[in-house]
């Protein structure tokens, strides 16, 4: 049988608890402004009050709800009026910064800015960066290996952690604080719940790993005049840079119209006719010599006939307003109603891809309209598809059209926000039958119950 929130606030007299109006009243999901249904949302202050409450729900059968900075777009955080939401915002504590280890231990429910800043201040960098840097958590990030912008330089979460600690179904803490960058010991078992969505683990605390802040970092905004110039680019800067490009941002003709009409202050920086434009960053150890690579850059890629057009950011004021084009993503609203695709395609395929999609979609949705951008450097793409219609299944269809043609590229149907509610269907696209099993073995195993985030990335 479950529990009731009166008899959690019963057992567990110094838990916070949201009940009724307070809890109806949050928010559940990025986009989803329906009141919250959840029975409840529990805040622990603590691991041991966490894992104890934990406890308590699996020996009920409770399902839970982990909610963190609650930004994921796939629908991940959704919850019924049967489950407990258990959230990390009371455990936010920043609680070491080891600059000869070059480690920050934080809390899950950090959220991401607060450790930039608070790491930058020993002239170290966090290098995971995303547009919802406010409000997500570090906790939410390394349950969703989330990606970002400087993914092609340094990785996903999963490259970020060095340790974990984790609240297992049954309550159990499971504590792999590792803080060191080599150890073979025995399975890293953090590894399992990095990218896991919550299904097998609630992190409670990690060890991240840290970098030299670079002194100084170049910002490139150009126009390119077709996407084999853009493939050409990225090896040319990634190569001359000597691997210390840590952006690489491409914004379709259709995407950089869409964010530069009407323009936001003044005209555009760019003319709005380039068929690409790219947003690069490179890192250097000051600023006169990151500067004048960058310049070199440019003016070897010119000669090269990869770049029309172009500008490096002269201050932070104007790097800001080049990243507020690239961030500027609510524009995509001008869509709706319409579905937003997180997807990886293999660079050399992205061609083939998007002719065969674009057609499937044009067959039956002529009067569609689509945006594309995204994390180019790591082959992935945002494509954001009105189709001209605002019935569901319309854009259900249109799913299954965007997503059709991804297995005959070796592509993805999720590149960096993971599977939630909203892909489970899709699933099957991107994994084996026998990865799946496993997925679902390892599920059964560490939550026999299936309390943790009931019905999100698979059915059982
Ligand atoms: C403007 C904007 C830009 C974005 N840009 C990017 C981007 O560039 N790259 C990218 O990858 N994502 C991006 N996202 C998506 C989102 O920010 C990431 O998925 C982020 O990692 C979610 O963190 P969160 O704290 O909000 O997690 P939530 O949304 O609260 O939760 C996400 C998932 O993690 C689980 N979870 C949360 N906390 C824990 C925990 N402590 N233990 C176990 N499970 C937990 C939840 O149950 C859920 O399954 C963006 C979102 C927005 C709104």
Redesign the pocket.
């Known amino acids: 049988m479950s529990l009731t929130t009166e008899t959690i606030a019963q057992d567990f007299p110094k838990l916070s608890l949201l009940t009724g109006e307070d809890s109806a009243a949050r928010q559940l999901?990025?986009?989803v402004n329906e009141p919250c249904p959840a029975m409840g949302i529990a805040r622990p202050r603590s691991t041991e009050e966490l894992a104890a409450l934990v406890k308590r729900c699996n020996d009920e059968g409770q399902p839970l709800?982990?909610?963190?900075?609650?930004?994921?777009?796939?629908g991940?955080?959704l919850a019924k009026p049967e489950d407990l939401i258990?959230?990390?915002e009371l455990?936010t504590g920043i609680e070491e910064i080891n600059t000869d280890d070059r480690v920050v231990v934080v809390e899950?429910?950090a959220?991401?800015q607060d450790v930039h800043d608070a790491v930058a201040e020993h002239g170290l960098a966090l290098e995971a960066?995303?547009?919802?840097?406010g409000?997500?958590?570090?906790?939410?990030?390394?349950?969703?290996?989330?990606?970002?912008?400087r993914?092609v330089r340094y990785g996903?979460?999963r490259e970020q952690v060095l340790g974990l600690e984790?609240?297992l179904a049954d309550g159990t803490v499971l504590s792999s604080m590792n803080r060191v960058l080599k150890n073979n010991a025995g399975y890293d078992l953090k590894q399992l719940?990095i990218g896991?969505?919550?299904?097998l683990?609630?992190?409670?605390r990690a060890v991240l790993r840290l970098r030299e802040l670079p002194a100084h970092v170049s910002t490139l905004f150009l126009a390119l005049p077709s996407y084999e110039a853009v493939c050409s680019l990225l090896r040319h800067l990634d190569h001359g840079s000597a691997g210390t490009m840590s952006t690489f941002e491409v914004m379709w003709n259709s995407y950089y119209r869409l964010v530069t009409t009407p323009p936001a202050e003044g005209k555009p920086p760019l003319a709005q006719d380039y068929p690409f434009y790219v947003l690069a960053e490179i890192g250097g150890a000051d600023k006169d010599t990151t500067e004048a690579l960058a310049l070199r850059l440019v003016e070897t890629a010119t000669e090269k006939e990869l770049i029309a057009d172009g500008l490096l950011a002269k201050n932070e004021a104007e790097r800001e307003k080049l990243w507020a084009l690239r961030?500027d993503?609510?524009q995509v609203l001008q869509l709706y109603p319409m579905a937003a695709f997180?997807i990886s395609v293999p660079l050399s395929k992205m061609p083939q891809y998007l002719e065969d999609m674009e057609a499937a979609l044009r067959a039956e949705y002529p009067d569609n309209r689509s945006v594309i951008f995204g994390?180019l450097g790591d082959s992935n793409i945002h494509v954001i598809v009105g189709p001209g219609t605002d019935k569901d299944e319309d854009l259900h269809r249109v799913e299954e059209l965007v997503y059709a043609p991804l297995p005959e590229v070796a592509g993805t149907v999720s590149?960096?926000?993971?599977v939630?509610l909203y892909k489970k269907n899709f699933l099957h696209l991107s994994r084996t039958p026998e990865e799946i099993e496993i997925m679902k073995r390892l599920k059964r195993q560490f939550d026999p119950k299936n309390i943790?985030?009931r019905g999100?990335i698979f059915e059982l």
């Open positions: 999901s990025f986009g709800i982990v909610g963190g900075g609650l930004t994921n777009m796939v991940a955080t258990i959230s990390t455990m899950a429910g959220k991401l960066d995303l547009g919802a840097r409000t997500a958590t570090i906790g939410g990030m390394i349950s969703t290996n989330a990606g970002g912008n993914v996903m979460m984790v609240v719940f896991s969505e919550g299904t683990g609630i992190v409670t961030d993503i609510g997180d994390h590149a960096e926000h993971g939630g943790l985030n999100k």
